[in-house]
């Protein structure tokens, strides 16, 4: 996983690190799928020693290889995001006021003074995905009735075809007007 040793910086608060990682993930897991990565995942930034909670300030990018919702399609999609996120021994999290504990940034455990920062950003880059996986924001997807993607081309069905749910309905109108 991607860590960083902070031992030097324990015993001078305000100091830094800079950093930059680069690993090769296979694949990025979600709660529904695993979507496979095509490029290192870079972390380059700084830690900052604050008084015993080490400050992580990163960007993060990678490049993921997503299908397409519409049309079913490979593409591929360049992450950047950046990353902040705050470290410290469980004996410093707990000497910490409630109050100031979590503020409205969670303080992750720092185990023998390395940093993992893999969880962190396995949730960076999750939190980066679109709400829909789209190809091209114009993305005119795949026919209803023969499949084909619209994107290389159009189809030979008709277009004024009907939504079979709405047959029913199209059947009344048309005896409606039949018996004016």
């Not at 100031?100 to 969880?119: A, M, T």
Request: net charge negative; charged share 25%; with cysteine.
């Amino acid at each position: 996983m991607v860590k960083i040793g902070v031992s030097n910086l324990k015993a001078r608060p305000g100091s830094e690190l800079d950093f930059c990682l680069k690993e090769n993930w296979s694949y990025l897991k979600t709660s529904e799928a695993k979507l496979p990565i095509i490029a290192p995942v870079v972390v380059q930034g700084r830690v900052t020693n604050n008084k015993g909670i080490f400050t992580v300030t990163a960007k993060v990018a990678t490049t993921l290889e997503l299908i397409c919702d519409r049309c079913l399609s490979k593409y591929n999609l360049k992450v950047s995001v950046p990353l902040e996120e705050l470290y410290a021994e469980g004996s410093v999290i707990k000497s910490l006021p409630e109050e100031n504990e979590k503020e409205d940034q969670e303080i992750r455990l720092l185990e023998k003074y390395q940093i993992d920062l893999g969880p962190a950003v396995n949730q960076a880059l999750i939190m980066a995905l679109p709400m829909k996986f789209l190809c091209k924001e114009d993305c005119l997807g795949l026919c209803s009735q023969c499949g084909q993607n619209l994107n290389k081309g159009q189809c030979q069905c008709e277009s004024d075809s009907i939504d079979l749910r709405f047959e029913v309905l199209k059947q009344w109108l048309n005896n409606k007007e039949g018996e004016k």
